[in-house]
């Protein structure tokens, strides 16, 4: 068995600064290193509608928005399986097996699931009466389904953040429940997150903890030259350096957040020569003497050199969108093909391929002579 990677996005919006340094940038690297011996890459459009069932457009739209970013970011169909998961059957399958592997006090346990049932502003109890929103049973069991996504290909390794921890430990747990109740079939996998601490969680352009299209304190990818550098020049720094010389901090700045992301020491001799390195920008602005907007226009310049290419790919392939559901078509095909194989012995194991157990057949034909 070789070495898998699986990663992915729901399709809710178009992918952002967070999604970038958080994942997208790293998946190009490792796609381009060889050290694994597939990656797969897909479109979460289901788990997307465990929260947006009533609003299955939204999802739709946003499947050629993801997978323009995907592209232009540098994914290549050639060494990278893009494929969308409602376009897997069997996915939704091995879902309902795990099911009866999973308890509903585990799930209740899991810190993702809590954390993101407060952000949506889910009721875990009765069905909203009280004016809150009635939990989706779908949106309660996604961990089960985002373990079935994992399992089908016999992932070794899933890049995610930090936040995403108790989902792949969940998914462990499923691997180890069903490998010793049928026998040694799935994988378990590991985690790879972020080597920079900064690329974990990106906070929003407002200084808040996460990026959110609601919000609308996010960066994103397919944002032109002048969209993005008017949301860093809005961006949150510290409220008490009100004055050039006043001295100012660094911790929780989003602007420093977001050069400790992005800029590397030959930034500086392109951009910004008066300093060396990222370290002497900052005992400068702490010291006093430098000014917000200085280390805004630095940050504009960084962040135009690192996304004009992903621009300059992302208007080549807009230009040919049925070239783009081709990608996906073909990636959703070749997927499909692990899916099944997959399924099939889990099947095997958990002894539900009746038509194909000639003993079975042999013994009950046996029981009524």
Known sequence: ??????????????????????SLRNRVVLQNEGNYDRM???????????????????????????????????????????FIQSMIPELHEMTQFFSNLVTVARLQRNPTVKTEMAMRGYHEGGDGEDNKRGLPVGFFTYPISQAADICAFKSTTVPVGDDQEPMIEQCREIVRSFNSTYGPVLVEPEILLPSNLFCRRLPGTDGKAKMSKSLGNCIYLSDDPKEMEAKVKSMFTDPGHLRVE?????????????????CEDSDFAKYWPEYNNLQEVKEHYMRGGLG??????????????????????????????????????KGSDAAREVAARTLHEMKDAMKINYFEDAALIAQQAAKYK
């Open 40 to 82: 797969f890459v897909f479109i979460a459009d289901v788990q997307a509608l465990t929260d947006n069932a009533d609003n299955p457009e939204k999802v739709r739209q946003n499947i050629a928005e993801v997978a323009l970013d995907y592209l232009s970011c540098g994914l290549d169909p050639s060494k990278v399986t893009i």
């Open 246 to 262: 006043d001295p100012g901090k660094i911790e929780g700045n989003t602007v420093f957040i977001y050069l400790d992301a992005f």
């Open 292 to 329: 917000d907007m200085k280390c805004k226009k630095f940050l504009i310049n960084v962040l135009n050199d690192r996304l004009d290419p992903v621009r300059a790919r992302r208007h080549e392939y807009e230009q040919d969108i049925p070239e783009v559901f081709n990608i996906l078509r």
């Open 1 to 22: 068995m070789g070495r898998i990677i699986l990663t992915g996005d729901r399709p809710t919006g178009k992918l952002h600064l967070g999604h970038y340094v958080g």
